[in-house]
Structures are given as structure tokens and as C-alpha cells.
């Protein structure tokens, strides 16, 4: 079956830096658009930054544009999201998910594969 295994998280003071992998298995992972998205305490899942099959073409969203970089290394299934200058408001937990298609999409409903998640939790 579809695992996707996120690591990477832990606590980071501000403008400290993190960097998320997710190892997929289970699937042809070039055949798949990945995401990552987080979920803040009481807050829904959103999307933070996704990537295309061969990874020429990528989306961030605002609130992390600038700061995180998402990449993939196919022959290795795997993705990652290189978080810098971290802040408080980056706190949640972060999810790795993958699609079957061609078009980065922001909605997680349109996403079939998530990982368990890992915490980031930034000290101000």
C-alpha cells in the first residue's frame, strides 16, 4: 500500500531553519504531484507548497514564499521542504501528500495519499 513518512520536524527558535523529507513507497512516485501542507492547533489543514512530476514547476503560499523551498529527488522518492527564518506563526504540524496528475492544486481534497505528519514548532 501508499506510505508516505514524513521527518524532519522539532523546535527551532525564530529565524532558525528546518528541512522536512517525506519517503514515498507504494506508488510511481514521478507520476505524482507532492504537497506538503500544515495544520495548526484549531486551525484547518492548509497548503503550504507543491511541486510538479519532474519538479521544473512549483507553488508556494504567500505566507511562506520567499522562506521555504520544496524539492524532489525522484530516483530517491522523495520530497523535502527547506524552511528558513522561521516564525512563531510556522508552528503546526506539516503533511506530506501526493496526487495522481498533472496540476498543482491547492485544495488537500484533491490530494489521495497523506503521511502521519510531523510537528514544527517554532520559540519566539
Known amino acids: 500500500q501508499v506510505q508516505l513518512v514524513e521527518s524532519g520536524g522539532g523546535l527551532v527558535q525564530a529565524g532558525g531553519s528546518l528541512r522536512l523529507s517525506c519517503a514515498a513507497s507504494g506508488l510511481t512516485f514521478s507520476d505524482n504531484i507532492m504537497a506538503w501542507f500544515r495544520q495548526a492547533a484549531g486551525k484547518e489543514r492548509e497548503f503550504v507548497a507543491g511541486i510538479s512530476r519532474s519538479g521544473a514547476s512549483v507553488y508556494y503560499a504567500d505566507s511562506v514564499k520567499g522562506r521555504f523551498t520544496i524539492s524532489r529527488e525522484n530516483v530517491k522518492n522523495t520530497v523535502f521542504l527547506q524552511m528558513n527564518n522561521l516564525k512563531p506563526e510556522d508552528t503546526a504540524v506539516y503533511y506530506c501528500?501526493?496526487?495522481?496528475?498533472?496540476?498543482?492544486?491547492?485544495?488537500?481534497?484533491?490530494?489521495?495519499?497523506w503521511g502521519q505528519g510531523t510537528q514544527v514548532t517554532v520559540s519566539s
Open positions: 501528500a501526493a496526487r495522481e496528475g498533472t496540476i498543482i492544486i491547492a485544495r488537500a481534497s484533491e490530494y489521495a495519499y
